[in-house]
């Protein structure tokens, strides 16, 4: 029986390679100069552009792009596919891609005055380039809020514990924003009170569980549960998820409108700061928990593996491993959402330039570990498809990391249901912040309203109440294993755009400068995801479904509009994707075969 400590050992080793090597290279590839003036510096402006310090913002950039994604991915495609196939490719892809995505997206927005990816290719390859990715991202966004939206019901629904550690830990954040920004009361002081409450907030959570409705029968909830309601059947959705899990999904999504249109101090950045601390000790605490139950023996149960390392190539649910595993999995190996994050947002803080380095790729190494313990749990619990379908694999992050944390003396009953918060404050985070990011995507296509349809189009209430209702409508095709993969094919599809835009850049820059460390992994998620998402629209939608007539007289209309959407969005997406590319391509051609380019980068002099 394989030891969970070698799937942890094997990535941290990949991962040191990549970090002392690799990224060193790419660090004098792109030629960081702690001498040169960052946006930071230059355009200071104490509101965007604020320099900070490495290890703060390391922690405000780690707690920005992990949310629950890696989480999720690995979990899914280790019950799928086995933990082997999971495991090689966080190991090896993080590195060489995933790391390679967030560092040149950071150091690119670096030398374009900290602007966005939207803006770099804009620069290279024209306006209607610029919209093309702004749209891309915008429905990509919608697929982030309506997959997160649908895992925390999940969770809620086998934690009530969590769901009510949740609201807590939100009061204590719209709390803290008043103690720092309204009140101007010591940071140090309420830093001390308000993290003690989020920790105290699960204590809270399993003396007093909380559920919408009553558990189906295959369910139960911890005793002492407060349910609000009685019945359920009327609920839209109950059908497909259960009451309860289809009651918490508009709940969530009325959260992420509010949250999105609030101003970013009275709860998205105390918020982020709260979740820090619990992912530094959900996430560092499970990898050492790990070492010390295996080398003690001081865990409540061996931390072995407990599922197959290989299910075979159509897996457990007949979804085929290439190209499906690689969009499964998503964040915890290459994120398009990353880009969104680095360029544009860390690079107006940095310091100095080869703060990069680190904050770049070191920061999504970070997510892979958090990717390798979301394996790990799963892992080690070994539940399978049969034993209560793929979405019922989720909240064993927290059956698993309870296990886990045994290991420092900590009881299950109070392990899992912190591990179930760590994973909805991440996904509660991806959610809001999503739903905030394409609220100021479409704003930047609309640019100045001129008709009232743009008026209304960038409108804050009307943008971020129409991401809701069209994430809720996809959530209501019923298939887990539909949504997630489409959210991981327009992510993944998106950081080969980014990588597509580092690529041009490098070409525009100097015709010395090599295309290979970010070209070929963009021509490899460029072919991963247009595939995953073709495979997608005509085979799990069109044939599967409408061609069934199985799956016709039972589908409701719900269902029916959900599965065209999620046709649409496939087709659009890949339709943009390849436009783009053509654009990118053209472009690296002209500039490698034309006139030497007028280079925006600093002199050698």
């Known amino acids: 029986m394989v030891q969970v400590i070698w799937l942890v050992l094997g990535v941290l080793t990949m991962f040191s390679v990549g970090y002392l090597g690799y990224s060193r290279y790419l660090a004098n590839f792109v030629e960081l100069d702690e001498g040169n003036e960052t946006p930071a510096h230059k355009y200071e402006d104490g509101q965007e552009y604020v320099p900070s310090k490495k290890p703060v913002l390391l922690g405000h950039h780690y707690s920005s792009i992990a949310g629950g994604a890696p989480i999720v991915g690995p979990i899914t495609a280790g019950v799928v596919w086995g933990w082997v196939p999971a495991l090689l490719w966080i190991a090896i892809g993080n590195p060489l891609m995933g790391a390679v995505h967030d560092f040149v997206s950071l150091s690119g927005s670096l030398r374009h005055e900290g602007k966005s990816i939207g803006y770099i290719i804009g620069e290279y390859v024209g306006e209607r380039g610029k919209n093309m990715l702004l749209w891309f991202a915008f429905l990509t966004i919608i697929l982030v809020v309506a997959v997160f939206a649908l895992v925390v019901a ?256 900590i009881p299950t009953d109070i392990g899992a249901p912190f591990m179930a918060l760590v994973l909805v404050s991440f996904l509660l985070t991806s959610t809001d912040t999503a739903m905030r990011l394409g609220r100021y995507m479409m704003e930047e296509i609309v640019g100045t309203p001129e008709t009232d349809v743009q008026t209304y189009a960038s409108n804050r209430y009307v943008n971020s109440g129409l991401q809701g209702v069209l994430a809720y409508l996809l959530v209501a095709s019923g298939r887990w294993q539909d949504l ?4 991981g094919g327009a992510n993944q599809l998106l950081a080969a755009l980014a990588l597509l835009t580092a690529t041009v850049w490098l070409a525009n820059w100097s015709d010395t400068k090599q295309l290979i460390s970010t070209g070929v992994p963009m021509a490899i998620m460029t072919t991963i995801t247009v595939l995953a998402l073709l495979y997608l629209a005509f085979v799990q939608n069109f044939q599967q479904k409408f061609l069934d007539s199985e799956w016709m007289a039972e589908a409701t209309t719900l269902n029916m509009v959900s599965s065209a959407i999620q046709i649409v969005i496939a087709l659009v997406l890949v339709g943009l994707a390849l436009s783009l590319v053509k654009m990118g391509y053209e472009n690296v051609r002209e500039a490698r075969s034309g006139p030497a380019p007028t280079s925006t980068e600093p002199s050698d002099d």
């Not at 149960?301 to 007949?318: C, H, K, W």
């Not at 997630?484 to 959210?487: I, K, T």
């Open 154 to 409: 999940i969770v809620f629904n086998a934690y009530p514990q969590a769901a009510t550690a949740s609201f807590i830990y939100i009061a204590l954040a719209l709390v803290f924003g008043v103690w720092l920004y309204q009140l101007d009361l010591p940071f140090l002081v309420g830093t001390a009170i308000f993290v003690a409450g989020v920790f105290g907030g699960v204590f809270v959570g399993i003396e007093f569980p909380l559920a919408l409705f009553p558990a189906g029968p295959d369910a139960s909830y911890p005793a002492g549960t407060t349910v609000l309601f009685s019945g359920g059947s009327a609920v839209p959705g109950s059908g497909l998820f259960g009451a309860n899990v289809a009651a918490w999904i508009p709940v969530i999504l009325v959260y992420a409108f509010i949250a999105s249109v609030l101003p970013v101090w009275t709860l998205l950045q105390p918020r982020d700061y709260l979740s820090s601390f619990l992912l530094y000790t959900g996430v560092g605490g499970a990898l050492l928990a790990i070492i010390v139950g295996t080398v003690m023996g001081s865990a409540s149960e061996p931390l072995t593996v407990n599922i197959d390392a290989y299910y075979g190539f159509m897996g457990t649910t007949s979804l085929p491993l290439f190209p499906m595993l690689f969009v499964t999995i998503a964040c915890g190996t290459i994120s398009g959402f990353h880009s969104l994050v680095s360029s544009g947002t860390t690079a107006k803080q940095l310091d100095k330039e080869t703060d990069a380095r680190l904050i770049g790729y070191g920061g999504m190494l970070g997510e892979g570990l958090l990717a390798t313990v979301a394996l790990s749990t799963v892992a080690l619990v070994g539940i399978t498809v049969e034993g209560g379908g793929i979405g019922q694999a989720l909240p064993n992050f927290a059956t698993g990391g309870g296990i886990i944390l045994t290991s420092f003396g």
């Open 484 to 487: 997630w993969p489409l959210f």
